[in-house]
């Protein structure tokens, strides 16, 4: 039990606040610049935001910038760490984390654009092909996915679990260490992404973080509407600066405990508490700055526009009875589950079953409105326009794609299976003729920069808000010239408009759907 005089003391306690930064003049900056010793040559293309950013990360190397999509954080950490390796701050590795392979590529494509003179390293495919890459690295940085990373320190420990045979990845001490001691500053991309303390990922990052002298952590949207994530983020960062190095005391200060849903019985989830919302903006400034999208001012103007379908009565029909079947099962998680799979399924022309001897079966309505919706619209865009289809389902994007070259428009599938993504996406933003990019949400929401691209298309959302605020900023972010179009194509009267609403809230449409599928499920 934490006492209430300790949890008063964290509340209260002083804290820097860093936004001044904000009001100095370019003059000011460069001045401040100028003053470094020795002098860092900074990149001509590099804002003022940036510059102000890049003065706080050297005054303060443990650091989370919390900058809206945009805002050119690859670009202001490249220019820190270069800085950082001229200096001899770091004489062996700067690792970045990142949450996907594609991101990795975005990171070189980035240091290829604006220091080609940079040493840099890669760490894709296989455990043994990593520690390759790295054994004649000297100094410079290195790239790679936070499970990747992990993977390479680990080995798999099986177990019998009944009558099968489980496998667990486990660190091993001796190739933690042999990492561990390269690491000089530490970049958490997405740093969202490890907001889970129960994570190998984040068990291995942390090892990581305590020898690395240097982190800094970026992010967009840092914790949607779930400010329990930040505390990890944080501590990865600063160690405990900023919101403690005690979870337990952040968790008193600022949340409601109470049985969570989803779990078993000694299973808790923590609510946050709104009217301690300004508190946590004070400390959370301690050791972080933030940048909303109308400060990063230097980009195009955006649409977005809603497209609503009607079911074709066939459809209809079946929706409802997966609606019905929902509601009567509104108690089993594993059923609601299915069943929100499947509304979501019928909503994009098929559904999904397994057949009586455990086969994956795919049956297509006769009528798919939203397939016609998204076709009719991309004949409607001007013919230097390209194009991005985000979807959720595999089957989706076999779909869409199959369309596509039935009418014969070049395009390029990204999802768990491509290849070859570098060349595609090269592609994609040289070829005038490469039209469109089909998109699973959960491999090109975040990091990409994609603006050869105009206008975006949701065939399917997201499930999550946080992805769907990322994915929207794929072409909407520094570099694009032109107006971007973004649409979303949802059927009338279905789940899908109820997730739009509950992305405006940036609120999981799911853990409603659990607690309370009446009001979720109303319209249908």
């Known amino acids: 039990m934490i006492s209430q005089n300790t949890i008063a003391q964290f509340l209260n306690k002083p804290c820097d606040v860093h936004n001044w930064v ?8 460069d001045e401040q610049i100028a003053k470094l010793n020795p002098k860092p040559n900074l990149t001509s293309e590099l804002k003022p935001r940036q510059k102000g950013c890049f003065l706080l990360g050297l005054a303060y190397p443990q650091f989370y910038f919390m900058c809206d999509m945009g805002f050119g954080k690859t670009l202001l950490t490249l220019e820190l760490l270069r800085y950082y390796i001229q200096v001899g701050r770091i004489k062996k590795w700067a690792v970045v984390l990142v949450p996907m392979d594609e991101l990795v590529d975005g990171w070189e494509e980035e240091i290829q654009r604006w220091m080609p003179d940079l040493p840099y390293r890669l760490l894709l495919g296989q455990s043994a092909d990593k520690w390759a890459t790295l054994e004649s690295f000297e100094t410079g940085v290195v790239i790679g996915t936070y499970v990747g990373v992990s993977a390479m320190m680990c080995e798999i420990r099986r177990r019998q679990k009944g009558d099968k ?3 667990k990845r486990r660190p091993v001490p001796e190739l933690v260490d042999q990492f561990k001691v390269n690491v000089d500053a530490l970049v958490l991309d997405q740093a969202s992404k490890v907001g889970s303390v129960e994570t190998l990922s984040y068990e291995i990052t942390s090892v990581l973080a305590k020898h690395a002298k240097i982190r800094y952590a970026l992010a967009g949207r840092s914790f949607g509407r779930d400010p329990i994530k930040l505390w990890s983020q944080f501590y990865l960062t600063d160690g405990g600066v900023t919101l403690t190095p005690n979870l337990s005391l952040y968790r008193e200060a600022f949340f409601d405990k109470k049985k969570s849903w989803f779990g078993g019985p000694r299973t808790f989830e923590y609510k946050f508490r709104k009217k301690m919302e300004p508190q946590l903006n004070r400390i959370l400034q301690h050791r972080s700055i933030y940048y909303s999208r109308e400060e990063c001012d230097d980009l195009p103007p955006r649409t977005a526009i809603i497209k609503r379908v009607s079911f ?4 209809k029909q079946y929706y409802k009875r ?7 099962n509104r108690n089993n998680f594993r059923e609601m589950e299915n069943s929100f799979s499947k509304m979501r399924q019928i909503c994009s022309g098929f559904v999904s079953f397994v057949d009586s001897e455990g086969n994956k079966i795919q049956m297509d309505f006769k009528y798919n409105p939203k397939m016609d919706m998204v076709f009719e619209l991309m004949d409607d865009m001007p013919e230097d326009s390209k194009a991005l289809i985000y979807y959720e389902f595999t089957y989706s994007g076999r779909k869409l794609c199959s ?8 395009h390029g599938w990204l999802w768990a299976q491509t290849p070859n993504w570098p060349e595609m996406k090269k592609a994609f933003d040289t070829d005038p003729e490469f039209k469109v990019l089909v998109i699973q949400s959960k491999k090109g929401s975040m990091g990409l920069n994609l ?22 900023r794929r072409n909407w972010r520094t570099g694009q010239k032109k107006h971007v179009f973004c649409y979303d194509i949802v059927v009338k009267e279905s789940i899908e408009e109820s997730l739009l609403s509950y992305h405006k809230e940036g609120k999981s449409i799911f853990e409603a759907l659990v607690k309370n599928p009446s009001q979720v499920l109303k319209s249908a």
């Not at 904000?22 to 900056?29: G, I, M, N, P, S």
């Not at 997966?322 to 009567?328: F, H, M, Q, Y």
Request: proline share 4%; charged share 40%; hydrophobic share 40%.
């Open 22 to 29: 904000k009001a100095l003049r370019v003059e000011d900056l």
């Open 165 to 167: 045979i489980v496998g």
């Open 312 to 315: 074709p009565d066939d459809m």
């Open 322 to 328: 997966i609606v019905a079947e929902a509601l009567v």
């Open 403 to 410: 369309e596509l070259k039935k009418r014969k428009i070049k």
């Open 451 to 472: 603006q050869a691209s105009d206008y975006t298309f949701y065939y399917e959302n997201p499930a999550s808000a946080i992805d769907r605020d990322e994915s929207e």
